[in-house]
T-cell receptor, first 112, second 111 residues
């Protein structure tokens, strides 16, 4: 069974630029999560999708972050414009049930 | 407000001995708890979980204990192996199946 795929793995941008991350969940997993993990901290949920509907986006900075999950499969997370404090690893996870989540390898974003 | 806390940022243990990783939480409504292991440059990998209706769950060398009255859970690894060296996160599930993670404990198993 293929795991959660994410791209790119690494990205370096300057502040005020925009960036987009892509996630392909495990086939058949209805729930998809985007997390932000800042160095030294645990993953923090940004947004949770159930199929292509948003379940929770309470911690998504909506003035600069957006996410979509078209057709209930792949998802993209966008930051526009980026700030220095957005430097982090962005993790995508998917789950079949409400229990265990399966994480992708993450995208390490550096904003200079 | 850190609802899930891992107060030990790091832990070193000799190979073959027991590793005990601790996690405290503040929200009594959490109903499911999980432990994840994370190697560098990889995403977290699910390790073991426990429902709030249980106080122990075991899977091979890994056992998770839950003390609801103390709002405390722990992960025991016996015997510890060098390959267990990683960062361990505990996570708790709240409403709408939202997961809240601790800050992690870096375990180093010394050969």
């Amino acid at each position: 069974e293929a795991g959660v795929a994410q791209s790119p793995r690494y990205k370096i941008i300057e502040k005020r630029q925009s960036v987009a991350f892509w996630c392909n969940p495990i086939s058949g997993h209805a729930t998809l999560y985007w997390y932000q993990q800042i160095l030294g901290q645990g993953p923090k949920l940004l947004i949770q999708f159930q199929n292509n509907g948003v379940v929770d986006d309470s911690q998504l900075p909506k003035d600069r972050f957006s996410a979509e999950r078209l057709k209930g499969v792949d998802s993209t997370l966008k930051i526009q414009p980026a700030k220095l404090e957005d430097s982090a690893v962005y993790l995508c996870a998917s789950s079949l049930s409400s229990n265990e989540q399966y994480f992708g390898p993450g995208t390490r974003l550096t904003v200079t | 407000d850190q609802q899930v806390k891992q107060n030990s940022p790091s832990l070193s243990v000799q190979e073959g001995r027991i590793s005990i990783l601790n996690c405290d939480y503040t929200n009594s409504m959490f109903d499911y708890f999980l432990w994840y292991k994370k190697y560098p440059a990889e995403g977290p990998t699910f390790l073991i979980s426990i429902s709030s209706i249980k106080d122990k769950n075991e899977d091979g060398r890994f056992t998770v204990f839950l003390n609801k009255s103390a709002k405390h859970l722990s992960l025991h690894i016996v015997p510890s192996q060098p390959g267990d060296s990683a960062v361990y996160f505990c996570a708790a599930r709240g409403g709408t199946y939202k997961y809240i993670f601790g800050t992690g404990t870096r375990l180093k198993v010394l050969a």
